[in-house]
């Protein structure tokens, strides 16, 4: 008499969506490195903060990274590409995991690279628009992500690792976007003047940065990459405010506070949820 584990059963064939997914989603990443590269001021492009009249510098609000933080995006396309040849090897096509995943994945790509476009053509308003949208798209990824657990180490790197920094990277880019608009449109100080707007700002990054470590505990690696991305971008700031044209200690201070919130709560979090 046989047993089912001596017959086990057929792996499920891969369906034309499938492939079509692992296709477009490879394109889709080539694609986002193109325009990371014009957006950086290849290709003819212009350096970002150059565009919008510089709106989006180092120098623009009290809550702009320095140039050095940008950096991490060098990690994050790299992430992104090396997901994208992940989720294209024939043995990937039918993973429940990839499947739910991939194709927010390029979404967020195709928004990114919308954002340059945007932020490229001078429309401030346009970027914030499309900026919250990719926070909208990163913030269902993780949901998705939390939900699931990854199938090997492998993929907790490259799926979750990738998308832990590119949200939280994009967390605090949002609101630095959002304090560019205000700043340029001129309501950027309402009542409590540039320093006090600036440290609400920051104590809202550090706030959001705790909401991220509380709901991804139980993924460490997306939890960490969150965590790391915030505390990265948060500690920027403050390296810009403590030197630079636009000094301000108190802001550089806050941003301080920020960055090792983001990072401790992320440690935390993750421990607790570990022995727990």
Partial sequence: MTTAAAHPPAATSP????????????????VAAGAAAYGSGAFG????????????????????????????????????????????????????????????????????????????????????????????VLSVLVVRLVRSAPDSTGQAVVLDGTIGLYTGWVSVATLANVSAALADAGVGELGLGATGWSVVVLALA????????????????????????????????????????LEDTTVAWAAVVASAVALVAALVAVLVRRRG
Avoid: K
């Fill in 45 to 136: 492009g212009q350096a970002i903060q150059d565009a919008a009249g510089g709106a989006l510098s180092a120098t623009a609000t009290p809550v702009a990274p320095d140039n050095p933080a940008f950096r991490i995006w060098s990690v994050i396309y790299l992430g992104l590409f090396v997901f994208a040849v992940y989720q294209v090897l024939p043995r990937r096509a039918t993973n429940a995991r990839l499947r739910a995943t991939a194709w927010w994945v390029l979404a967020s790509m195709v928004l990114n690279a919308a954002w340059i476009g945007v932020v490229q053509a001078g429309s401030l308003a346009g970027s914030v628009v499309v900026i919250a949208a990719l926070l909208a």
């Fill in 206 to 245: 550090a706030a959001l940065s705790v909401a991220w470590a509380v709901f991804t505990a139980r993924r460490r690696a997306l939890a960490l990459g969150i965590g790391l991305a915030m505390s990265w971008g948060l500690a920027w700031v403050a390296v810009g405010r403590f030197t630079g044209p």
């Fill in 15 to 30: 369906a034309p969506s499938d492939r079509v997914r692992q296709v477009v989603v490879l394109v889709g990443s080539l």
